[in-house]
């Protein structure tokens, strides 16, 4: 299969085709110069595309990897590896993964959009950051390496608040726990309507017409079927209803209900 049908294949149009194609080349870039060779930070849904491109492209899985430089990072770096290179032995700074950490004083209060808009205002495109992660005083980022000198000596304020910023080792990243609310409930099937409806605490036929109408994903991948049989594990997205996980199924009751755990997240 061909680049041309591959993108077909997956559907992809406008900016996410250009970005798969781009991440096609990088892959046999990597091949040709028998050297590592990383994309830019991807969001979840472009992590799930690129997925799906590498399966359907027979990509081997131990030949690449994705890193955000912590655990469970929500925005990640595509690794390609030459055939020399192991990726269970590979040190943090063989990976374009840093952090850096933008500490404030008492008194001033700075959001995750307050921080990302003053990257931005210095140029700093999204792709070349990763998560940030705020706490009362201080925020940790992951960014690539290319812009990591750059940041320590121009990022000086968000708005009208100064900052500190400072090299930081990966080790070292403080990752606050993630907002969510634990919810239970049982439904008749686990069918994509059916779990949308319990998550988002909807009726079941709204939840089947958001399906119907494109506005939910699973698995940051489009979805409109809402027969769609769901398993645990599964992330489902709907466009202004936010995001949840399911994270358990027990077993059926005698009338034939599933008893289902959710984490919703805030």
Same mark, same amino acid.
């Given at each position: 299969?061909?680049?041309?049908?591959?993108?077909?294949?997956?559907?992809?149009?406008?900016?996410?085709?250009?970005?798969?194609?781009?991440?096609?080349?990088?892959?046999?870039?990597?091949?040709?110069?028998?050297?590592?060779?990383?994309?830019?930070?991807?969001?979840?849904?472009?992590?799930?595309?690129?997925?799906?491109?590498?399966?359907?492209?027979?990509?081997?899985?131990?030949?690449?990897?994705?890193?955000?430089?912590?655990?469970?990072?929500?925005?990640?770096?595509?690794?390609?590896?030459?055939?020399?290179?192991?990726?269970?032995?590979?040190?943090?700074?063989?990976?374009?993964?840093?952090?850096?950490?933008?500490?404030?004083?008492?008194?001033?209060?700075?959001?995750?959009?307050?921080?990302?808009?003053?990257?931005?205002?210095?140029?700093?495109?999204?792709?070349?950051?990763?998560?940030?992660?705020?706490?009362?005083?201080?925020?940790?980022?992951?960014?690539?390496?290319?812009?990591?000198?750059?940041?320590?000596?121009?990022?000086?304020?968000?708005?009208?608040? &100064?900052?500190? !910023? +400072?090299? @930081?080792? *990966?080790?070292? $990243? #403080?990752?606050?726990?993630? %907002?969510?609310?634990?919810? &239970?409930?049982? !439904? +008749?099937? @686990?069918? *994509?309507?059916? $779990? #949308?409806?319990?998550?988002? %605490?909807?009726?079941?036929?709204?939840?089947?017409?958001?399906?119907?109408?494109?506005?939910?994903?699973?698995?940051?991948?489009?979805?409109?079927?809402?027969?769609?049989?769901?398993?645990?594990?599964?992330?489902?997205?709907?466009?202004?209803?936010?995001?949840?996980?399911?994270?358990?199924?027990?077993?059926?009751?005698?009338?034939?209900?599933?008893?289902?755990?959710?984490?919703?997240?805030?």
């Amino acid at each position: 299969m061909d680049k041309t049908e591959l993108l077909d294949r997956l559907r992809a149009d406008g900016d996410e085709r250009l970005l798969l194609s781009r991440v096609l080349d990088r892959q046999r870039q990597a091949g040709r110069h028998g050297a590592p060779v990383s994309t830019d930070f991807l969001s979840p849904r472009e992590q799930a595309l690129v997925r799906e491109l590498l399966r359907l492209s027979g990509v081997p899985e131990d030949s690449y990897l994705f890193t955000g430089g912590v655990e469970n990072a929500e925005r990640q770096v595509l690794c390609f590896l030459p055939d020399w290179m192991d990726r269970d032995t590979l040190t943090p700074e063989q990976l374009p993964v840093r952090a850096i950490r933008a500490a404030w004083r008492d008194g001033d209060t700075l959001s995750h959009r307050d921080l990302l808009g003053a990257l931005m205002g210095l140029g700093i495109v999204r792709a070349k950051t990763g998560d940030i992660y705020v706490s009362s005083h201080s925020a940790d980022a992951l960014i690539l390496d290319s812009v990591r000198e750059f940041l320590l000596q121009n990022w000086a304020s968000a708005g009208r608040v &100064r900052l500190s !910023v +400072s090299p @930081l080792e *990966l080790a070292s $990243v #403080t990752v606050p726990p993630p %907002r969510v609310q634990e919810l &239970r409930d049982t !439904v +008749s099937s @686990l069918r *994509l309507d059916a $779990v #949308t409806a319990a998550g988002f %605490r909807l009726p079941r036929a709204k939840a089947a017409e958001l399906v119907s109408a494109g506005r939910v994903q699973v698995n940051w991948l489009d979805c409109g079927k809402p027969d769609r049989t769901l398993k645990p594990g599964d992330c489902v997205n709907a466009r202004g209803f936010g995001r949840f996980t399911l994270s358990r199924v027990g077993e059926p009751t005698r009338k034939g209900r599933f008893p289902i755990f959710i984490t919703r997240f805030l």
